[in-house]
């Protein structure tokens, strides 16, 4: 399913084979228009440009911590990114002359293949566990392991940069 490119190394055991040290439960699945990983955006900027809104369904034993959120804009969505490689340490995407180090990039491709979405909540049904969002660049299915508000007196920062000189 994927190639190893020229210029990646991967870890000497694959993470995905190794015992959990936590444990992890799924609180519900993302709904997106996107089936294949050659049609899902590769970040939440081209899949707002895409179009094509999207929800998340949390299950019934978590719906009750869903009070508070319509509160929020904003979602902060934690995925579990299931079809991902775990075991490159050293990656080297298709648009880098360079290869980097996974914590250097946002590829889903890590020894733990958690993603990050924030995503305006456009919609909130406390009954049914249906959150409404503007756009996710997520496959449908994918596994949900967390939300939280989007705050942005707290999670935004003005003055952050990438691109500087290491």
């Known amino acids: 399913m994927f ?3 020229e210029g990646e190394h991967p870890l000497a055991e694959d993470p995905a084979t190794m015992p959990g040290d936590g444990h ?3 609180i519900g699945r993302i709904r ?3 089936t294949t990983r ?3 955006p590769k970040n939440m900027r081209a899949a ?3 179009g094509g809104g999207a929800t998340v369904e949390v299950d019934a034993p978590y719906r009750p911590g ?5 509160r929020a804009s904003h979602v902060v969505i934690l995925t579990w990114l299931q079809h991902a490689p775990r075991n ?3 990656q080297k995407p298709r648009h880098a002359s360079d290869a980097k180090g996974v914590f250097g ?3 889903p491709a890590r020894p733990n293949p958690v993603g990050l979405h924030i995503a305006r909540l456009v919609g909130l049904d406390m009954e049914t566990g249906i959150l409404t969002l503007d756009a996710i660049d997520a496959l449908d299915g994918t596994p949900v392991i967390d939300l939280k508000p989007y705050i942005p007196s707290v999670d935004a920062y003005p003055d952050a940069v990438f691109g500087r000189s290491e």
Request: with cysteine; hydrophobic share 40%; glycine share 8%.
């Open 88 to 90: 490159l340490i050293i």
């Open 3 to 5: 190639e190893q490119r």
């Open 48 to 50: 707002r440009e895409q």
């Open 32 to 34: 997106s228009p996107w």
């Open 24 to 26: 992890v439960v799924f």
């Open 38 to 40: 050659d049609d899902c």
């Open 66 to 70: 869903l009070e508070g959120l319509g």
């Open 105 to 107: 990039l946002r590829s």
